[in-house]
Nanobody, 124 residues
Framework: VQLQASGGGLVQAGDSLRLSCATP??????YGWFRQAPGKEREFVAA????????FYTDSVKGRFAISSDIGRTTVYLQMNYLKPEDTAVYYC????????????????????WGQGTQVTVSS
């Protein structure tokens, strides 16, 4: 299954973007968003898991980003508000067959499928 990430773009600081990650024909128990800026390691951004629809965020995006899904859990969204230049990165969505526990959601190694990445650039 190939995850299909989309929604990136070039925006100004303070603007909003919504990223989408589609998994046509299949649902997963957990989804994560990660990002990688030039010269930096890939970092965890947000995750959601079922059952429970529990959400998790890295501290730098709490209160600004929100992860959600459609009813069928075949598309996961990352609503990004009040974007900052430091949010500039390639954003990747990932999916886990198994429901990740709290200590796993931030670990990219537990995700079985990855999307191709979508570029988000925030100008100051």
């Amino acid at each position: 299954v190939q995850l299909q990430a989309s929604g990136g773009g070039l925006v100004q600081a303070g603007d909003s973007l919504r990223l989408s990650c589609a998994t046509p024909g299949r649902t997963f128990s957990g989804y994560g968003w990660f990002r990688q800026a030039p010269g930096k390691e890939r970092e965890f951004v947000a995750a959601i898991r079922w059952p429970g629809s529990n959400t998790f965020y890295t501290d730098s995006v709490k209160g600004r980003f929100a992860i959600s899904s459609d009813i069928g859990r075949t598309t996961v969204y990352l609503q990004m508000n009040y974007l900052k230049p430091e949010d500039t990165a390639v954003y990747y969505c990932a999916a886990s067959v198994n429901r990740p526990i709290n200590t796993q959601v931030r670990n990219p190694g537990i995700y079985n499928q990855w999307g191709q990445g979508t570029q988000v650039t925030v100008s100051s």
